[in-house]
């Protein structure tokens, strides 16, 4: 077997509560599980608004971020935004976040292999559902749109959040598992993909 450290890549995924609602669960699972990822923690729960929040201000600049985001994303189409500081529109933001977040239960999970969260990243797509590729979860699974939203007044309904790179994943992980929950287990699909001489094929 490869001794490389890239093949233990972990990264996170939470399929959202419109992703429970709508029995997709599995299908979700499945898109990841076809690519050799190799699925090491699991878990059902309803969070709490606390947990949300400490899930997303990971990022300590992740306010001031979110919010000047959308900010640009409105005057980029010719909007008022809501908000001109952006720290207040991420508080917004973050509000709608929790409410969809709490709203029901989540099935967390964490994804172990090469590139998982790039990989992870690819088969989901891009947060808006609405420009999503043809091919990919949010693409192929849901119609939301940032526009449908604000005007609601809601978060986005895009099905699933994944990291955004391994470091940020690395935290993130930390919100939703504890150590003892992440499983160490071989997997038989891991030596097709990593073993180096293809050894034990042959009889």
């Known amino acids: ?105 989540v099935t967390a999970m964490i994804w172990e292999g090469s590139d998982a969260a790039g990989v992870v990243k690819k088969i989901t797509g891009p947060t808006e559902p609405s420009i999503s590729d043809v091919g990919t979860i949010r693409g192929d699974l849901t119609i939301d749109s940032y526009d449908l939203a604000d005007e609601d007044g809601r978060a986005v309904r895009n099905l699933v959040h994944v990291s955004g790179s391994p470091e940020e994943a690395k935290k993130e992980i930390k919100v939703w598992f504890k150590p003892g929950e992440i499983l160490k287990y071989r997997l038989l699909n891991e030596a097709m993909l990593y073993d180096v001489n293809l050894d034990g094929i042959k009889e």
């Open 1 to 105: 077997m490869s001794k490389n450290p890239k093949i233990k890549e972990r990264t996170l995924v939470l399929v959202k509560p419109d992703g429970v609602q709508r029995s997709l669960v599995g299908e979700i699972i499945s898109r990841y599980e076809r690519t050799g990822l190799k699925l090491v923690a699991l878990k059902f729960l309803i969070p709490n608004k606390e947990q949300v929040k400490k899930h997303y201000l990971i990022d300590s600049d992740w306010l001031r971020k979110c919010g000047q985001n959308t900010i640009d994303s409105y005057r980029k189409k010719g909007k008022k935004p809501l908000f001109e500081n952006p720290v207040k529109y991420g508080e917004w933001v973050l509000g709608k976040l929790q409410k969809f977040l709490c709203a029901g239960p």
